[in-house]
């Protein structure tokens, strides 16, 4: 009579012990914690009240081919972030096929698997143990006895294996598998919610990346808009009032008889047509490159010729200024870029260098070559750039041109062209400025076809 | 009826007995990882390779198994009867599954390669050592 009481007693002591684990489990899953703590926490209870203790909860990969080790408890090494693929041991067996194992006398197995194998004539390849020790090992107990692993399972997905391992032979009851495998599938759902939350969080922060992204490329957008309706309604508006001033000169000289005076005025008009010229071809250019519409056709091109064409369009203004051209490139000087492009890219360098030299100042082109690249460096000796405007000197925003030594206008496109297309050609381009020494481009193209 | 102390026997943990007669009547004894329990009258065996059982059973199909409880040590023999070998099935995926688990732990497809099952009906239960007190 007293045993049969005792054995009540103990049966009943068990099933307190399974609920007092259930609701423990329970209340920490719905804490609101990061689900790794959460579910640490809940191996934790396993031991603590269950005696587990050796635990691991292992998540799927994305296209479900591999176990990950999320938590564990127990074993020496955490092994967390170690992967097995599906279909490998008890766990990836699990995983593969979605059901339960109940494993005892593991060492049985091992030797088993030794004797058989020895027996038939063929050769094992690895014993449990050095497997464990190959380039993937298995996380888990090296004298593991008894192994249990669930399958968490919820909404037909396989949202974790859960693994307990023991180094007692005799551990595991069915009484404590069916405890388990009902507490298992009440974590599958809880972390199976959590988990959703989780991506939907990623997924938030992911859009507000997008939106902050989205969100700069309109401000360049607008920035390139305002500075479009600038360069029309101000820089074009300058030269093309010089002309008007020149003409009205021509109608004043000659009604008052000074025909001498109109070669002066021609080389006003030149200079002004230069620069409507020069601004326009920009604008067009960088519009033009704005919309995508500019095709890059690089071929072998001579860079000597270019820069004698680039002297030529701006001879009046060097006279003007009595500025020296010391220009060292030698002959047949062959570059692989686009030839209108590189027209565009020298003939604003030049431009830049003779708009801020002083008078009788000079500007050398040298050149430097490499196996596959050809340095071009035009260095002036004018007013520099200060350290400020060289930060912002290849930003569109806010930015503004500066006046040359005779007030020449600009766009302050030119610097952005220059960049531009210097990429678009594979090459580089670097300024180096001291402020009243001068200023110093470096081009750097390729020589030959890529 | 299966006691909860005889069903500690089925879990695999102490290896079985299995022993069966030839049609000329010479016994055979062979060693098995793990008697199946199926439910209080039916057993299971698994079968990968010891045809010699296998052709036996085929050709007498009264066969017995001994098992022991892992906790108490206690031991019993149970006369069992042959019903059918069966290759599908839940119980036979569940052994099938585990074996497949080892042989994948120890690169030994071949070994641990399920034939089929075999079911029994449990004939006699007969206690063959008490055990100690647990």
């Known amino acids: ?450 | 009826m299966i006691s909860s102390e005889l069903l500690g026997a089925f879990q695999g943990i102490f290896p079985g007995v299995i022993t069966t007669v030839s049609k000329e009547n010479i016994p055979n004894l062979s060693y098995i990882s793990q008697v199946h329990y199926i439910d209080n009258e039916h057993l299971a065996i698994s079968w990968q390779f010891f045809n010699k059982t296998y052709k036996n059973i085929q050709d007498n199909p009264n066969f017995s198994v001994v098992v022991t409880s892992p906790t108490t040590f206690s031991m019993w023999k149970i006369d069992m009867n042959f019903i059918e070998s069966l290759t599908e099935g839940d119980l036979f995926d569940e052994i099938e599954m585990a074996l497949e688990a080892i042989a994948s732990m120890y690169k030994a497809e071949d070994i641990f390669k399920l034939q089929a099952i075999m079911i029994g009906k449990i004939v006699s239960i007969e206690q063959q050592f008490d055990g100690y007190e647990n």
Request: charged share 25%.
């Open chain 1, 1 to 450: 009579m007293d045993t049969k009481i005792d054995n009540i007693k103990t049966l009943l002591d068990k099933e307190f012990i399974k609920n007092q684990i259930a609701r423990q489990v329970s209340l920490e899953i719905g804490k609101n914690i990061p689900l790794k703590e959460k579910l640490s926490t809940i191996l934790e209870i396993l031991e603590s009240s269950y005696g587990l203790k050796h635990t691991m909860l292992l998540f799927p990969n994305q296209d479900h081919t591999k176990m990950i080790v999320f938590a564990s408890h127990g074993f020496a090494d955490s092994s967390i972030g170690v992967e097995v693929p599906y279909g490998q041991g008890i766990v990836g067996m699990v995983a593969k096929k979605r059901k339960k194992i109940r494993l005892s006398g593991m060492r049985y197995y091992q030797q088993y698997a030794h004797t058989a194998s020895h027996k038939s004539g063929s050769v094992l390849s690895k014993t449990s143990d050095e497997y464990n020790n190959t380039e993937n090992p298995l996380p888990g107990l090296p004298n593991v006895e008894a192994q249990l692993a669930f399958p968490l399972i919820a909404n037909d997905e396989l949202i974790a294996v859960l693994s307990i391992e023991s180094a007692d032979k005799n551990y595991f009851s069915l009484d404590d598998e069916h405890f388990l495998h009902s507490l298992t599938q009440q974590m599958a759902l809880s972390i199976q919610n959590a988990l959703i939350i989780n991506s939907l969080e990623d997924k938030v922060k992911e859009r507000t990346r997008e939106i902050e992204m989205k969100n700069t490329e309109l401000e360049k957008l607008n920035a390139t808009k305002d500075r479009f309706f600038s360069i029309i309604g101000h820089d074009l508006k300058s030269p093309i009032s010089s002309l008007k001033v020149a003409t009205d000169l021509i109608q004043h000289y000659y009604r008052r008889g000074e025909i001498e005076k109109l070669s002066e005025v021609g080389l006003k008009i030149n200079t002004s047509v230069n620069n409507v010229n020069q601004l326009l071809d920009n604008l067009v250019n960088w519009a033009m490159c704005q919309r995508d519409m500019l095709k890059c056709e690089p071929k072998n091109i001579d860079l000597k010729e270019i820069i004698n064409r680039v002297e030529n369009i701006y001879r009046e203004s060097i006279t003007a200024k009595e500025i020296r051209i010391d220009n060292q490139l030698p002959e047949n000087c062959f570059i692989f870029a686009d030839m209108n492009m590189t027209m565009t890219v020298i003939r604003n360098v030049m431009s830049n260098a003779i708009k801020f030299s002083n008078t009788n100042g000079s500007i050398s082109i040298s050149s430097n070559f490499t196996d596959s690249d050809i340095e071009i460096i035009i260095a002036d000796q004018g007013v520099g750039i200060s350290a400020e405007k060289m930060e912002v000197i290849f930003d569109l925003k806010d930015k503004k041109s500066t006046l040359g030594t005779n007030r020449e206008k600009g766009t302050g496109l030119g610097m952005i062209l220059i960049k531009d297309f210097m990429e678009l050609n594979n090459g580089t381009v670097i300024l180096e400025s001291k402020p009243d020494f001068g200023t110093t481009v470096t081009l750097c193209f390729k020589s030959e076809t890529i």
